[in-house]
Every structure is written in structure tokens, then in C-alpha cells.
């Protein structure tokens, strides 16, 4: 791999993250103040229709991107309805936000324009288009100049705008919840609502704030999915990255930096997806990348309980399994000889590492205390 194609993949993972940073962003605030969002996918998902057939409608990318928004955060008030003033089941109330977008979407889109659940393409005027700074090269002369004007030029310019808006949300984030009396009562409503009903704040109010900051955050993320990373809406087009995006929110252990890198990490397996359908690679090195995995999982569940041992021991077992089967199969040709990974192994890595994630392999991550419970105030 040479110099441009690693900036053109970083390139592509920086655009690939920028949903899954909003989203998790967006889940952050929100289990912060102690309410757990599973709905970011249909929050996701709304915002992109919305943004999409508002922008087609209307022919202006910043009415879509209103419109997006406000789609996301009344389906955030109907979760904070549902969580924080009728003390549901907030992991049950996402789910629905969930299902009632994804039906939604489909059906009010085929109403609209009759082809088929998805939308018109979006001309110019009705879609993000990408920022170039001044002194940034076009990409078919790339080729010809430095490593320093690649990375200028691919890496740092060239994004639509939403893409810097996240950038910049990140110290944003950080300032609001460490560096303002806000960010500080909101924690504190993530973890002692008791305490801070006693000091006098609306622990109502914190948690109601929090769910609409999540659902403007989540509709900037759909907009961006439909309005400048594609050109249309389609059906299903958040394709998991509101899940993808808890898995990073708890891969981040909560934490507004954190969640840029681990943000980042996802779109960067996604843009291997996207650009690398072949790989080919020696037999010797994917075999040995195979017992190193195999090990690893072995060792991590040694002290363990015994389903983990049965389960991720028995994972381990198979890959070094396979890793066997493939000293085998080449054992004549020579262990030199290149093996193709399937595609469907590359499309998956995404998927795998949220697993990995949820699975515990980055250690513990210990959620705010009151996340999930129903504040009752004490009479």
C-alpha cells in the first residue's frame, strides 16, 4: 500500500465515522443524564428521510437539515415522554423508536414518491456539497505532488461541512460536561438524581435537556448520511450505526475524546470494506495472525466463568482450528503462497469489532450508576 491509497482510506474513514461520532455523541449526553437510548438507529433513520425529501421538496440542504432535526428530536420527546414523565422501560421504548422508524420511513416515502421507499436524488442545492480549501489540489492530479499536499489536500480538505461540525463537537462535548455547571449537574443526574433533587434542580428538566440535545445530534448524523455522504434517502440506509455507535459509546467508556478514537476505528474497518474487496495474503502471516487470535481469546478467558470459557474458549479453539486447515492446505505449495479473504469476512469486520466491544474485551466500563432507572422523587 503506498502513501495515497493509506491517505485516501483515511480519507474515506474520517467520512464513514462522522454518523457514528455524531450518534455517539448523541448516546453519550443521554445515558449521561442517566437515560438509555437504544432508539439512535431510529432517530438515525428518521432524520435521514426527513432531511432527504425535505431537501428534495424544497431545494435547500439547510430546510432538510432543519427538518431532519426535527423529526429526530420529536421522536427524542416521545422517548423522554415514554422514560422520564411515564418511568417506561427505556430500553423498551427504544426498541419501538426503532421498529416505527424503520416502518415509517418506508411507508411515507413510498406515499410521497412512489419509487419504491426511497427518494429522488438530490441535485445541487439539496446536498452538502464538499468544502475545498484554498491551495487543495483535485484528486486526479494527487499522483504528482508531495505527501504533505496529499494529506492537505485529500485528509483535510475536501469534506462537507457536517464533517468539521463533528470534529468540532468533540471539544464542544468535552466543555459542556466537564468545564460548565450544566455538564456537572447532568453527570450528577447520571448518578445520584437523589442528591441533586435535594440541592434544588429539576432532575426532570437535566434528563429532558440531555434527550434533545440527543436527538439534535442524531438528526445532524442522519442529514449527513442523506444528504452529503449519499444523495438520497433509501431503506434502512442507517444500516446498524446507531448500535454501532453504543458499541462505541461504551468502547469509549463514556468519554467525549474516546469516542472520536473509537469512532474513528469503526470507519476506518468500514473504508477497508469499502475499498479492499480482494486481499490477498501470504498463508504464513494469516495463519499466525489466527494463533495469535486463538491465544488471545484462550488466555482472556482463563480466570473466567465457565460460560465464557465454553463460549469464547470454544471460539478460540475453532480459529486456531482454522488456522491449522490452512498450514494444511498450502503445506506443499509452500507456506509463502497468497490466500484470498473473502469478502465476507472484510464486510463483517465492522460488525465483529462491535461484538469484540459488547463482549468485554476492553476492559470494564462501568455506565453512570442511575442509568436506566426511573427517577421517583422522594415525597
Known amino acids: 500500500m503506498d502513501f495515497l491509497t493509506l491517505v485516501q482510506v483515511l480519507d474515506s474513514s474520517l467520512r464513514l465515522a462522522t454518523p457514528l461520532l ?3 455523541l448523541a448516546g453519550l449526553f443521554s445515558e449521561r443524564a442517566g437515560i438509555f437510548d437504544i432508539g439512535l438507529e431510529g432517530k438515525i433513520l428518521a432524520a435521514a428521510f426527513v432531511s432527504a425529501a425535505v ?58 414518491f412512489g419509487q419504491g421507499g426511497r427518494t429522488p436524488p438530490l ?15 483535485p484528486s486526479k492530479e494527487m499522483a504528482d505532488v508531495g505527501p504533505v499536499m496529499q494529506l492537505y489536500s485529500e485528509l483535510i480538505s475536501g469534506h462537507s ?8 463537537t468533540v471539544p464542544l462535548s468535552w466543555f459542556v460536561l466537564y468545564q460548565t455547571r450544566f455538564g456537572l449537574r447532568l ?79 469503526f470507519g476506518f474497518f468500514f473504508a477497508v470494506d469499502n475499498r479492499f474487496q480482494n486481499i490477498l495474503l501470504p498463508a504464513w502471516s494469516l495463519s499466525g495472525v489466527l494463533l495469535l487470535t486463538a491465544f488471545g481469546l484462550v488466555s ?25 486447515l490452512i498450514v494444511i492446505s498450502v503445506w506443499s505449495a509452500g507456506m509463502s503462497t497468497q490466500i484470498k479473504i473473502p469478502v465476507v469476512f472484510i464486510q463483517s469486520l465492522p460488525y465483529i469489532l462491535t461484538v469484540v466491544v459488547l463482549a468485554g474485551f476492553v476492559g470494564k466500563a462501568i455506565p453512570p450508576r442511575s442509568g436506566g432507572v426511573p427517577y421517583v422523587k422522594e415525597k
Request: hydrophobic share 55%; proline share 2%.
Open 55 to 112: 431537501a428534495y421538496t424544497t431545494g435547500s440542504v439547510w430546510v432538510g437539515l432543519l427538518a431532519g432535526i426535527g423529526a429526530s428530536v420529536m421522536l427524542s420527546a416521545i422517548h423522554g415522554l415514554a422514560s422520564i414523565t411515564l418511568r417506561g422501560d427505556q430500553i423498551i421504548s427504544g426498541v419501538a423508536i426503532n421498529f416505527l422508524a424503520a416502518g415509517l420511513t418506508v411507508v411515507v416515502a413510498q406515499a410521497w
Open 187 to 265: 453527570r450528577a443526574v447520571g448518578e445520584n438524581p437523589a442528591a441533586v433533587d435535594t440541592a434544588g434542580i429539576s432532575v426532570v428538566g437535566m434528563r429532558y435537556a440531555a434527550v434533545v440535545i440527543c436527538g439534535v445530534l442524531c438528526g445532524i448524523a442522519g442529514a449527513y448520511i442523506a444528504t452529503a455522504l449519499q444523495a438520497n434517502f433509501t431503506k434502512d440506509m442507517s444500516a446498524g450505526r446507531g448500535f454501532i455507535a453504543l458499541a462505541a459509546l461504551i468502547f469509549a467508556k463514556w468519554r467525549p475524546w474516546y469516542a472520536l478514537g473509537a469512532c474513528l476505528l
Open 22 to 24: 455524531l450518534a455517539c
Open 161 to 168: 461541512l457536517l464533517v468539521y461540525v463533528a470534529l468540532l
Open 123 to 137: 441535485q445541487s442545492g439539496g446536498r452538502f456539497e464538499p468544502i475545498n480549501f484554498p491551495g487543495a489540489i
Open 300 to 324: 482472556y478467558v482463563w480466570r473466567k466463568d465457565l460460560l465464557d470459557k465454553i463460549v469464547l474458549g470454544g471460539l478460540g479453539f475453532g480459529v486456531a482450528f482454522v488456522s491449522v
